[in-house]
Nanobody, 121 residues
Framework: QVQLVESGGGLVQAGGSLKLSCAAS????????MGWFRQTPGKDREFVAA????????IYADSVKGRFTISRDNAKNTVYLQMSSLKPEDTAVYYC??????????????WGQGTQVTVSS
């Protein structure tokens, strides 16, 4: 079993930056693809970014491409999401996921509890 805990969310002004962290425990996730998703009330969870287990391959949603960067530190069992040039529409609960590499919600086996990101205009 893998437990994921997100941190780093908060309130930021439009144009600002935040860095989210997702710490994994229970076992190493160095061989797992990992991803970030986000969700707003009444909407489906949507893909943000994913990183392959080797870290060399990444994919991004078009809405965040060029503004967000996903990375991982396998020695720390942690994945990060650096968010820059934030927009009010980036406001959401951000979730970390492990166990797959792709943009679909279903194949990911493990999920964190989420961290709130609020971008004020």
């Amino acid at each position: 079993q893998v437990q994921l805990v997100e941190s780093g969310g908060g309130l930021v002004q439009a144009g600002g930056s935040l860095k989210l962290s997702c710490a994994a425990s229970g076992r190493t996730v160095s061989r797992d693809g990992m991803g970030w998703f986000r969700q707003t009330p009444g909407k489906d969870r949507e893909f943000v970014a994913a990183i392959a287990w080797r870290g060399g391959s990444t994919i991004y949603a078009d809405s965040v491409k060029g503004r967000f960067t996903i990375s991982r530190d396998n020695a720390k069992n942690t994945v990060y999401l650096q968010m820059s040039s934030l927009k009010p529409e980036d406001t959401a609960v951000y979730y970390c996921a492990a166990g797959w590499y792709g943009s679909s919600v279903g194949p990911y086996a493990y999920w964190g509890q989420g961290t709130q990101v609020t971008v004020s205009s």
